[in-house]
């Protein structure tokens, strides 16, 4: 149980282009789900953090015009890169916290964007 | 500031030996902390969760220890087999109420057939 699709896992665009990836929880409703960003040999840096039906909280430094985060249902977020440029590029992990659960995020499989 | 630390980026180990990797913490509100495992372009599992009123949580080949007073924690892979081989993040966060996870920056670890 607790599994967590992300698509696409590997996507390239022109820079001015946007960007959707889509995160769902397959076996489980997720209140909330968090989209993380990784840089090559550093650890994950959390982007913002949606729950469902409502406005997400991005953490400071991100920009929220750039990165849309939208989280419709309890199984379904999307965080869309607008106006890609090249400085986009990298791993995007989302996870999702099960309803009533304890602390667990699952993760993603990651999706990786190459801005051109 | 890195709430969460993992001072050693790699750690190599022969199949079948012990594999210890370790976490320290600075942030004393944490209270739950979680190992996950990591392959090249995934995202990463989830392995196992220690709550701070314990100090020993035991899966399988896998156990986790807490040191509350020294704010460490540290995970036992044992014994290790090739299979493990990947970068092992620790997390830590609150029980309840706080969404957030704060990770370290992960231990890659190899385990030598």
């Known amino acids: 149980g607790a599994v967590v699709s992300q698509h696409p896992s590997w996507v390239i665009c022109k820079s001015g282009t946007s960007v959707k990836i889509e995160c769902r929880s397959l076996?489980?409703?997720?209140?909330?789900m968090f989209w993380y960003r990784q840089f090559p040999k550093q650890s994950l840096m959390l982007m913002a953090t949606s729950n469902e039906g409502s406005k997400a909280t991005y953490e400071q430094g991100v920009e929220k015009d750039k990165f849309l985060i939208n989280h419709a249902s309890l199984t379904l977020s999307t965080l869309t890169v607008t106006s890609a440029h090249p400085e986009d590029s990298s791993f995007y992990i989302c996870?999702?916290?099960?309803?009533?659960?304890?602390?667990?995020?699952?993760f993603g499989a990651g999706t990786r964007l190459s801005v051109l | 500031d890195q709430q969460v630390k993992q001072n050693s980026p790699s750690l190599s180990v022969q199949e079948g030996r012990i594999s210890i990797l370790n976490c320290d913490y600075t942030n004393s509100m944490f209270d739950y902390f979680l190992w996950y495992k990591k392959y090249p372009a995934e995202g990463p599992t989830f392995l196992i969760s220690i709550s701070s009123i314990k100090d020993k949580n035991e899966d399988g080949r896998f156990t986790v220890f807490l040191n509350k007073s020294a704010k460490h924690l540290s995970l036992h892979i044992v014994p290790s087999q090739p299979g493990d081989s990947a970068v092992y993040f620790c997390a830590a966060s609150g029980l309840t109420g706080a969404n957030n996870l704060f990770f370290g920056t992960g231990t890659r670890l190899t385990v030598i057939p």
């Open positions: 996870s999702a916290r099960e309803l009533g659960a304890k602390n667990i995020q699952y």
């Open positions: 076996d489980f409703q997720a209140t909330t």
